[in-house]
């Protein structure tokens, strides 16, 4: 399995060593795809958690009143998912910008575990 690239988030003013380093996985999200709502609890993006509820009630409503059949209804549902798979480390920078974190560059490892040494180690 080759290596995972993760953008490097961290406060300016921060006095931690690391600028309370936050790293972000590029491409899909997997918890995301799974527990949408809950991840984006997780991570503290009330509004976000708030917008995927109301979507997907929206989505069972659309499929109930265009009269789907279960597999079109999960079908719909599934894209939704994979939606919110692809777009959710996405939503994740933008939170992130908005609460004065920078995107301090890019760092790769072959899990997050890694990512961080070499972050922490200044290779970046």
């Given at each position: 399995?080759?290596?995972?690239?993760?953008?490097?988030?961290?406060?300016?003013?921060?006095?931690?060593?690391?600028?309370?380093?936050?790293?972000?996985?590029?491409?899909?999200?997997?918890?995301?795809?799974?527990?949408?709502?809950?991840?984006?609890?997780?991570?503290?993006?009330?509004?976000?958690?708030?917008?995927?509820?109301?979507?997907s009630a929206v989505?069972?409503?659309?499929?109930?009143?265009?009269?789907?059949?279960?597999?079109?209804?999960?079908a719909l549902s599934?894209?939704?998912?994979?939606?919110?798979?692809?777009?959710?480390?996405?939503?994740?920078?933008?939170?992130?910008?908005?609460?004065?974190?920078?995107?301090?560059g890019a760092v790769?490892?072959?899990?997050?575990?890694?990512?961080?040494?070499?972050?922490?180690?200044?290779?970046?």
């Amino acid at each position: 399995m080759g290596e995972k690239l993760y953008t490097v988030h961290t406060r300016a003013w921060s006095g931690a060593a690391d600028g309370d380093a936050t790293f972000v996985k590029e491409g899909f999200c997997w918890p995301a795809f799974f527990f949408g709502p809950l991840w984006a609890l997780w991570h503290g993006m009330w509004r976000t958690a708030i917008v995927l509820l109301v979507l997907s009630a929206v989505v069972s409503g659309l499929a109930i009143g265009a009269s789907l059949t279960d597999a079109g209804e999960f079908a719909l549902s599934g894209v939704l998912q994979v939606a919110i798979g692809l777009w959710a480390n996405d939503w994740r920078r933008r939170v992130l910008a908005r609460r004065d974190f920078f995107e301090r560059g890019a760092v790769a490892g072959r899990r997050l575990r890694d990512a961080e040494m070499r972050y922490l180690r200044g290779a970046v």
